[in-house]
């Protein structure tokens, strides 16, 4: 038995070849879309990281240079210091050795005469106290003196040993950020590459989309035989401002997936409404008349509005608006979620398309 089939069916078996053989690379596209897009991401979280650290490291290196100013700046000090404690030492050492000399150049005799001028015992005690006290007192100074160099010498020591440990420091953290400098610098690279490969990407999923319609577009135009008995797919053009289109690729996103003949099937709909008296004769009238799109009053729909529809949304909207249906939405005037209902339709893209409620 030979099967004839007619217009109607050649336009939609023609239409099925052409999805299937656009939807494979399609879906290639769009895996690598979204591969490029998470190394877009991974990156990006990358350079955040970086400039963080980099940020971090920039803080403990102003610390550090603050730290190595004040040492310097205690180091100065402390040479002061320790010149004035060597001066002081060799001054009294200088007093010392004049008194000594003086006592071994006058001999022992002037102090043994010293002693017996004394008038009294108590004199006499006092007298050789007096020479005792000097030799201590210069002792006890120039040991006092010593002590005193000493300590400024080993506190200039610790300083300088503190300010060479900074310095060390401060070398690490700018070998540190030159490291992180070079990786900044290569992440920011690789962002720039893949940005570029998803513009190319992107472009190219463009270039498809649009062939997918030019497609569905082609397989919609009636061959003007007379064979087919289903009604023409496509009708005359509407008038609309730049604005009705905004708003309509707006809802055809909200309500469908992004597949060309998903969004078209929506978009008959709305216009099948418009091109009947029960509803409003205006796309924007039946986009917002009460309770029937719910995207318009849950908030999606001012979301996809602020942000802007995606080019294959605003494209199927246009082709709508000039005329373009899709055959098999063409006498249907509501759908609601296949997976929501259990009304006898069609099925397109997860919408189930009927005539009534």
């Known amino acids: 038995m030979t099967f004839r089939?007619?217009?109607?069916g050649q336009i939609i078996i023609s239409l099925i070849c052409a999805l299937v053989l656009l939807s494979s690379p399609l879906?290639?596209?769009?895996?690598?879309?979204?591969?490029?897009?998470?190394?877009?991401?991974?990156?990006?979280?990358?350079?955040?990281?970086?400039?963080?650290?980099?940020?971090?490291?920039?803080?403990?290196?102003?610390?550090?240079?603050?730290q190595i100013e004040t040492t310097t700046s205690a180091i100065y000090r402390t040479t002061e210091e320790l010149a004035e404690a060597k001066a002081g030492r060799e001054q009294q050492y200088e007093d010392m050795r004049t008194r000594i000399r003086f006592v071994y150049e006058a001999g022992s005799t002037s102090l043994i005469e010293l002693?017996?001028?004394?008038?009294?015992?108590?004199?006499?005690?006092?007298?050789?106290?007096?020479?005792?006290?000097?030799s201590n007192y210069d002792r006890d100074m120039l040991l006092e003196?010593?002590?005193?160099?000493?300590?400024?010498?080993?506190?200039?020591?610790?300083?300088?040993?503190?300010?060479?440990?900074?310095?060390?420091?401060?070398?690490?953290?700018?070998?540190?950020?030159?490291?992180?400098?070079?990786?900044?610098?290569?992440?920011?690279?690789?962002?720039?590459a893949f940005r570029e490969q998803l513009a190319e990407l992107r472009a190219e999923e463009a270039r498809q989309q649009?062939?997918?319609?030019?497609?569905?577009?082609?397989?919609?135009?009636?061959?003007?035989?007379?064979?087919?008995?289903?009604?023409p797919a496509n009708r005359p053009p509407v008038?609309?401002?730049?604005?009705?289109?905004?708003?309509?690729?707006?809802?055809?996103?909200?309500?469908?997936?992004?597949?060309?003949?998903?969004?078209?099937?929506?978009?008959?709909?709305?216009?099948?409404?418009?091109?009947?008296?029960r509803f409003p004769n205006t796309v924007n009238g039946v986009i917002f008349q009460p309770g029937q799109f719910s995207p318009t009053w849950t908030g999606r729909f001012n979301t996809i509005l602020n942000r802007g529809p995606t080019a294959l949304s605003r494209q199927v909207a246009a082709d709508a608006l000039n005329g373009a249906r899709h055959p098999a939405a063409l006498n249907y005037f509501f759908f609601l979620s296949a997976a929501s209902t259990n009304r006898q339709g069609t099925n397109i893209g997860g919408n189930l398309f009927f005539r009534s409620w």
Do not use: C, W
């Not at 089939?5 to 109607?8: D, I, P």
């Not at 420091?169 to 400098?181: F, G, M, T, V, Y």
């Not at 649009?210 to 009604?231: F, M, Y």
């Open 239 to 277: 008038n609309a401002t730049a604005n009705d289109l905004l708003i309509f690729a707006a809802i055809l996103e909200a309500e469908a997936f992004q597949n060309y003949n998903y969004l078209l099937a929506v978009a008959t709909v709305i216009m099948n409404r418009v091109a009947d008296p």
């Open 27 to 66: 879906t290639a596209l769009a895996d690598d879309i979204a591969t490029v897009e998470r190394s877009i991401q991974e990156r990006q979280n990358q350079l955040s990281e970086i400039e963080q650290e980099l940020a971090e490291l920039s803080d403990e290196i102003t610390i550090t240079e603050q």
């Open 5 to 8: 089939l007619t217009r109607g």
């Open 115 to 134: 002693l017996f001028t004394a008038e009294s015992m108590v004199d006499f005690l006092n007298k050789a106290d007096f020479i005792q006290a000097v």
């Open 210 to 231: 649009q062939a997918a319609a030019d497609a569905v577009r082609a397989s919609q135009t009636p061959r003007g035989d007379g064979s087919d008995a289903s009604p």
């Open 145 to 192: 003196l010593q002590a005193a160099h000493d300590a400024v010498e080993s506190s200039q020591k610790d300083l300088e040993n503190q300010q060479a440990a900074l310095i060390e420091i401060q070398d690490n953290l700018e070998a540190q950020q030159e490291q992180l400098n070079a990786r900044a610098a290569e992440t920011s690279t690789d962002l720039d």
